[in-house]
């Protein structure tokens, strides 16, 4: 479908400032919230909500449904009556800068655990009917996911894969005994899932009352290590022993020469489509009351999958395979009407990708910082748009902006000093910019441009430099630690934003 003339912010919830180690759906969410509003910004951009696993990836999460309890407000318990004041208070001193996952993790837990004590403990009435409500409502994904975390914290984390094979196979004896023996740790994940969702759909709904979209994001693959693979492992090209036969990745690329491997099984799309796309169905239909518009990232994999032997260290022995993206996306047309869907083309497309994504109305993605790179026919340049796409200054794979054009060629980098000078060089005669401004250039670019829709990071708002980068592909430390400061978000920034989005017709009014 084609979205409005309209532009927004891209910012994950963890990077919101606050006092509690990581950005969450309290007092700074809505503060953000009315930062969009007084910028004329229609769109919040975030990254998966899911929860994080090992690497604290949003990319990489133990469900496709449930929500990451890291973002639960402790402000906002305190508000129901879950937690005292004096719980609130006694916050260990974390990292404002960053966020320290490890600490933060383990200091949440125990307030979320403190608020399911006192909620058993105590007469919560109105909280009470809506936990039941919630769970009648999420029971196709909420007792098999309360289960499997349930589970994961009694063997001490590991992968179920490495389980008792009792519990791995889903022996119905086993999986019965597990939950009466676990069922307070099955009912407090059940509740830990309730805070996260009634506080996300507050937020949401302050957002609809101020005509704010929400972007969401959905990985096209699941982890290995989640309650989907460990629910319907019939899904999925797995071995006898439930390990990955081939995983998921992308060939050698700009980000990386010896390309990405992300190690997500690859679906049985045969057994997929045995069932009418049904777990397809319920993902997105639990989505789309989480969002308002969805980003599918690696669109290009619902034509086909870069699969990579699941023994191999690197993505470059993989192989192109087919996928019946068609049929799957008919589906979901046939079940939901038009589909509010951006798809995330980057990298090697082939004409079956574009037809596909054309021939159910997505918008793909141009990116600047990617615009300068060849002639003047490269399609991220802002003169090659067409309406329907999305441009970005850049993504949560790219460098800041600022951090892009004061580069240096180095260790980790795809491009040499002759590639960056080169792109330096068109990039400023092409904005015809002095670069002093840099970040504000691109926006300008961005916003000007005839695509209908506009996002840009908030690192690139605030014109920082690449210590704030929020991940870099193929690296597996320090990504998804940013935040921003509290007071970052001023008037005087809002007014120019906001400026310049009337100025190029994305105002709320238009």
């Known amino acids: 479908m084609s979205f409005p003339r309209a532009s927004g912010i891209l910012l994950h919830p963890t990077s919101l400032p606050g006092r509690f180690g990581v950005g969450d759906l309290g007092e700074e969410a809505y503060s953000f919230i009315d930062f969009l509003v007084a910028s004329k910004q229609s769109l919040w951009q975030v990254l998966p909500l ?188 797995l071995a006898p022993d439930m390990r990955p036969i081939v995983v998921a990745g992308v060939p050698p690329d700009y980000f990386s020469k010896t390309g990405q491997l992300w190690g997500n099984p690859i679906y049985n799309w045969d057994a997929m489509r045995e069932t009418g796309f049904r777990w397809w169905i319920d993902r997105l239909r639990a989505t789309l009351q989480t969002v308002d518009i969805l980003r599918i990232d690696h669109f290009r994999g619902f034509c086909a999958a870069w699969e990579v032997p699941g023994e191999d260290q690197t993505a470059e022995r993989g192989q192109w395979v087919e996928v019946p993206g068609r049929e799957l996306f008919t589906t979901l047309r046939n079940t939901f009407g038009e589909l509010p869907i951006i798809a995330e083309d980057l990298g090697v497309i082939t004409p079956d990708v574009e037809a596909l994504r054309d021939d159910f109305g997505f918008p793909g993605m141009r990116v600047l910082q990617f615009a300068f790179r060849g002639d003047s026919k490269t399609i991220d340049l802002p003169h090659n748009y067409i309406r329907n796409c999305v441009v970005y200054t850049g993504t949560h794979d790219n460098d800041t902006t600022a951090g892009w054009f004061h580069s240096k ?53 605030l014109g920082l430099g690449s210590r704030s980068r929020m991940n870099l592909p193929a690296s597996q430390e320090g990504n998804w630690r940013w935040r921003f400061r509290s007071g970052a978000l001023t008037k005087k920034l809002s007014d120019r934003l906001g400026e310049l989005t009337e100025l190029c017709g994305r105002g709320r009014e238009n």
């Open 50 to 237: 899911g929860p994080t696993g090992y690497g604290d990836s949003p990319y990489q999460c133990f469900s496709a449904f449930a929500g990451n309890t890291l973002l639960i407000s402790p402000q906002r318990l305190v508000q129901d009556g879950l937690l005292s004041d004096e719980d609130a208070r006694q916050s260990p001193r974390l990292p404002a800068r960053y966020v320290a996952f490890g600490r933060a993790i383990n200091y949440k837990k125990a307030l979320l655990n403190k608020a399911f004590d006192n909620f058993k403990n105590a007469s919560h009435g109105g909280l009470l009917h809506d936990f039941a409500g919630f769970c009648h409502d999420s029971a196709s994904w909420l007792e098999d996911y309360s289960l499997f975390r349930a589970l994961k914290d009694a063997h001490g984390g590991v992968e179920w894969t490495r389980w008792e094979p009792r519990f791995a196979m889903r022996e119905p004896s086993a999986l019965a005994h597990a939950r009466e023996a676990l069922r307070d740790r099955v009912e407090a994940e059940k509740f830990f899932q309730f805070l996260f969702f009634r506080q996300w759909w507050a937020l949401k709904a302050y957002c609809r009352d101020r005509q704010i979209k929400i972007i969401g994001d959905a990985p096209i693959f699941v982890a290995s290590d989640s309650a989907d693979v460990w629910t319907h492992p019939e899904l999925f090209k």
């Open 409 to 461: 060629a180095g260790a980790g980098s795809t491009r040499d000093a002759a590639q960056i000078e080169r792109e330096q060089e068109y990039c400023l005669r092409y904005l015809n910019s002095d670069g002093r401004e840099i970040h504000w250039d691109l926006i300008r670019a961005a916003w000007a441009s005839v695509a209908n829709t506009a996002v840009v990071p908030l690192q690139d708002v």
